[in-house]
C-alpha cells in the first residue's frame, strides 16, 4: 500500500535571484516543451559569454487569455550581458511559502496543493507570482528536486 507523499511547507523570507531568462507565454499543457525550448536558447548564450550560473528557474506571473505568462531563466552570477530575448530579471524578494518536491516535473499538483492550503490555513494571501527552482538533474526521478515558492503579501500590522 502507497503512503501518501507529505510536503512539509515552510515560511521564508527569499532574497531575490538574479537570472537571465526570456519572457513567454504557454498552454498549461504546453509548459514543459516550452521550458525546455526556452532554455536550449538561453543556454548557449551563457556559454558564449563565460558566466557563471546555478539553477534552471521558472517564475509563473499569472494567467492572460488561456496561457501561463512565465519567465523561463537561469541563475547568473557577475556580469552578464542581454542578448536578443534574453534580458536580466529575477524571483521577487520577500515572504514566501516554499517547499521541497522530489519527484517527476509532471507530478508536481500535490505539492501545489499543499502550498494552497497552508496559504489558506494560516490567512496568507499571495502576491500572484510563484516560482520553481529545479536542482541538478538525477536520472531516478525520485532523487530530482524542484523547490516552489508562492509569494507572499506582507502582512498587514495594526496600528493602536
Known amino acids: ?33 516550452v521550458i525546455i525550448a526556452t532554455l536550449d536558447k538561453i543556454w548557449p548564450v551563457l556559454r558564449g559569454q563565460g558566466v557563471r550560473t546555478g539553477h534552471n528557474v521558472v517564475i509563473y506571473r499569472g494567467l492572460a487569455e488561456g496561457s501561463l505568462t512565465i519567465d523561463v531563466g537561469v541563475e547568473v552570477f557577475g556580469d552578464v550581458a542581454a542578448n536578443g530575448e534574453m534580458r536580466l530579471t529575477g524571483t521577487p524578494p520577500g ?21 494552497e492550503r497552508w496559504c489558506a490555513d494560516n490567512e496568507r494571501k499571495r502576491t500572484g ?7 541538478d538533474w538525477e536520472d531516478d526521478a525520485a532523487k ?12 498587514a500590522i495594526g496600528v493602536d
Do not use: C, N
Request: glycine residues 6%; negative net charge.
Open 95 to 115: 515572504d514566501v511559502a516554499t517547499v521541497a518536491y522530489f519527484g517527476e516535473y509532471s507530478q508536481m499538483d500535490s505539492a501545489y496543493k499543499a502550498l
Open 1 to 33: 500500500m502507497m503512503r501518501p507523499v507529505t510536503h512539509q511547507v515552510r515560511l521564508e523570507t527569499a532574497a531575490a535571484r538574479p537570472l537571465a531568462a526570456i519572457g513567454t507565454s504557454a498552454r498549461a499543457d504546453q509548459v514543459g516543451p
Open 144 to 155: 530530482r528536486r524542484t523547490d516552489i515558492y508562492f509569494g507572499l503579501e506582507p502582512l
Open 129 to 135: 507570482v510563484s516560482w520553481e527552482v529545479y536542482g
